[in-house]
């Protein structure tokens, strides 16, 4: 049984390394991308379950990103948790419009961020959802 991946998208430094010591110790394979630039190069190369992209990113935002991750066939359907500190109601609404399955407001609750880590991770493996 292999771990599932989980793609973070986030400039910051000390933020990532939350996530990686979070993620990790939950036991989800990590991979980062710090840009907008590197971020669908990295997806596509690792195929995550899971992608959490913060919204102020440097080289194109994370609502670029979100564009270009719903325009990719491969990697459209790759459930999408948008991670932001500002404007939160326009942004929350503008990022749920563009295809995110969720939204997340900084500072982030560790519980609340696995709890929707590991609902979409499972939603992505299986070919029907049904509750
Ligand atoms: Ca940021």
């Known amino acids: 049984m292999s771990n ?3 793609l973070v ?3 910051d430094r000390d933020v990532r390394l939350g996530y990686h010591v ?17 971020a669908v190069t990295e997806a596509r190369k690792q195929q995550p379950d899971v992608i959490i992209l913060d919204l102020g990113l440097p080289a194109g935002d994370g609502f670029v990103v979100l564009e270009r991750l ?20 326009s942004s929350k609404e503008r990022a749920l419009k563009a295809g995110a399955k969720a939204f997340l407001q900084k500072p982030w609750d560790d519980r609340e961020l696995l709890t929707l880590v590991r609902q979409l991770a499972g939603q992505s493996s299986m070919s029907a959802s049904s509750t």
């Open 22 to 38: 979070l993620l990790k110790s939950s036991g989800y394979d990590t991979f980062f991308a710090e840009d907008g630039m590197t």
């Open 4 to 6: 599932k991946k989980v």
């Open 9 to 11: 998208i986030e400039d």
């Open 70 to 89: 719903r325009a990719n066939t491969s990697l459209s359907l790759i459930p999408v948790i948008v991670v932001s500190g500002r404007d939160i109601h």
